[in-house]
């Protein structure tokens, strides 16, 4: 059954209007519920998928729309899956949906032809790619996210003890069993005097975890933790953030690919930050004049 959904371009200006609503900075899953909301997407809609990929079309359309308006320099990543509307971001919510995509794509022109510039440059001063920056085609996450993805299940299991280990959890152990409710691990979180039980999970997915994973992991875990982790290297359904904030069930935090990457990134674990130092040179008239 074709669903007829909106193109990535049609979410670009509801984007911008649902983060300036929000005060100017906004989660994924924010933004995501304010489209929905905004654009009457129906749940049909939510629901319908890639068919080779199983993937969602409308948060990958989204997550589209809001790459390109930070190539175009309107958002920006404040981290940890956080969108930060700029001072040119709030000037063009004002613009009409046709205005907005000749901007776009007049600015994601620019933006790529002083890529190629400083590529060329580069070159022929005789740098290296692996040395010019942030220039290089795609940006690091989408490198990142390629190689969590292809990385055996185990292998990701035990990069997710290693993540835990090092953002403050203890007694993290990987079950490494099967048909266990997709538990794959467990530890414990101290935080001041109070200490929690974790169970989590990890799914190395390309699509999205739907309701009924998350549900079922909770079935799981009843009377044998205090909280739930499900750790992803793809995204979630809104369903299946409805679920995992249920009322009067145990919460179960999510962790998406693009947190995971910030997550990755602020441990510094596969990812190596290289400061750019640039030089910006300024004449000053008044020095030749006085002399």
């Known amino acids: 059954m074709t669903v007829n959904l909106p193109k990535y371009d049609d979410f670009m200006l509801p984007t911008l209007h649902a983060v300036q609503h929000l ?33 969602l079309i409308a948060p990958d359309r989204m997550s589209w729309a809001r790459s390109h308006l930070k190539i175009a320099g309107l958002l920006t990543s404040g981290g940890k899956g956080i969108w930060v ?44 790619e692996e040395d010019q920056g942030d220039t290089a085609e795609p940006e690091w996450n989408e490198l990142l996210l390629e190689q969590l993805k292809a990385m055996k299940p185990d292998a990701f299991e035990r990069l997710a003890q290693r993540l835990l280990r090092e953002s403050g959890f203890v007694k993290v152990e990987v079950t490494g ?21 974790v169970l989590f999970q990890c799914k190395r997915y390309k ?56 997550l990755l990134k602020e441990k510094g674990l596969g990812v190596v930050v290289r400061p750019v130092i640039t030089e910006h040179v300024v004449v000053v008239p008044e020095f030749f004049s006085e002399i």
């Open 85 to 128: 509307l700029t001072d040119a971001g709030r000037d063009a919510a004002n613009l009409t949906p046709a205005q907005l995509k000749a901007e776009v794509k007049k600015r994601s022109a620019s933006h790529h032809a002083k890529i190629v510039a400083k590529r060329e440059q580069a070159r022929a001063a005789g740098i290296s």
């Open 177 to 197: 069993k099967s048909g266990d409710g997709g538990i794959d691990g467990s530890g414990v979180l101290r935080m001041n005097l109070i200490s929690f039980q």
């Open 23 to 55: 005060g100017g900075s906004a989660s994924i899953k924010e933004i995501e519920d304010a489209l929905t909301e905004a654009m009457g997407l129906t749940q049909v809609q939510l629901d319908a998928a890639y068919s080779k990929s199983g993937a």
């Open 207 to 262: 699509g999205s975890v739907a309701s009924e994973v998350v549900r079922n992991f909770r079935g799981a875990m009843q009377g044998r933790a205090d909280k739930g982790l499900i750790i992803t290297t793809g995204t979630f359904t809104s369903e299946a953030r409805k679920e995992a904030t249920r009322d009067g069930a145990p919460a179960i935090d999510l962790i998406d690919g693009e947190a995971l990457c910030e």
